[in-house]
């Protein structure tokens, strides 16, 4: 499970978190009167996205991924987002969040909560998925050539 406290897994939650969401949760905060600077503007760029071959175990570069990036300073914490495909109000939200439950914002808690609701949500969907398409695996037998 991940703990939305730890700033690793965190990022994981904001990337995967529905966008609607996050938007809700940094208007909340900016319309609390927080003052919000950008360091970086949420700019589109391609990333290399790497993954590990599951026969020899060694990295290698599978392509490239559209992502967009934002990095804002809220109360003197600084936070982050990262997320997939063209998204600049998100990925800016998502900073937002990320320095809000940075800094113990007073809707940190509440931000928190969601973070991890939309993440247990996104597991149970992904078990019902692999559970259906499980039932369409196929087998493959090795034939060896005997010429």
Same mark, same amino acid.
Do not use: I
């Given at each position: 499970?991940?703990?939305?406290?730890?700033?690793?897994?965190?990022?994981?939650?904001?990337? !995967?978190?529905?966008?609607?969401?996050?938007? #809700?949760?940094? @208007? %909340?905060? $900016? =319309? +609390?009167?927080?003052?919000?600077?950008?360091?970086?503007?949420?700019?589109?760029?391609?990333?290399?996205?790497?993954?590990?071959?599951?026969?020899?175990?060694?990295?290698?570069?599978?392509?490239?991924?559209?992502?967009?990036?934002?990095?804002?300073?809220?109360?003197?914490?600084?936070?982050?987002?990262?997320?997939?495909?063209? !998204?600049?109000?998100?990925?800016?939200?998502? #900073?937002?969040? @990320? %320095?809000? $439950? =940075? +800094?113990?914002?007073?809707?940190?808690?509440?931000?928190?909560?969601?973070?991890?609701?939309?993440?247990?949500?996104?597991?149970?969907?992904?078990?019902?998925?692999?559970?259906?398409?499980?039932?369409?695996?196929?087998?493959?037998?090795?034939?060896?050539?005997?010429?």
């Amino acid at each position: 499970m991940t703990d939305p406290y730890d700033r690793s897994d965190r990022f994981e939650l904001l990337a !995967a978190c529905d966008a609607e969401t996050l938007v #809700a949760h940094a @208007d %909340a905060v $900016v =319309e +609390g009167g927080t003052e919000v600077r950008v360091l970086q503007a949420p700019t589109p760029q391609l990333v290399m996205q790497q993954v590990v071959e599951p026969v020899a175990r060694q990295p290698f570069n599978l392509g490239e991924v559209l992502v967009t990036a934002a990095e804002v300073e809220l109360d003197g914490e600084k936070g982050f987002a990262m997320r997939p495909g063209k !998204a600049e109000k998100p990925a800016l939200s998502g #900073a937002v969040v @990320d %320095a809000a $439950v =940075e +800094g113990d914002h007073p809707l940190a808690e509440e931000m928190v909560g969601s973070l991890s609701s939309a993440a247990a949500e996104r597991d149970r969907e992904q078990r019902e998925r692999w559970g259906e398409t499980r039932q369409t695996t196929v087998e493959f037998e090795e034939m060896e050539d005997h010429t």
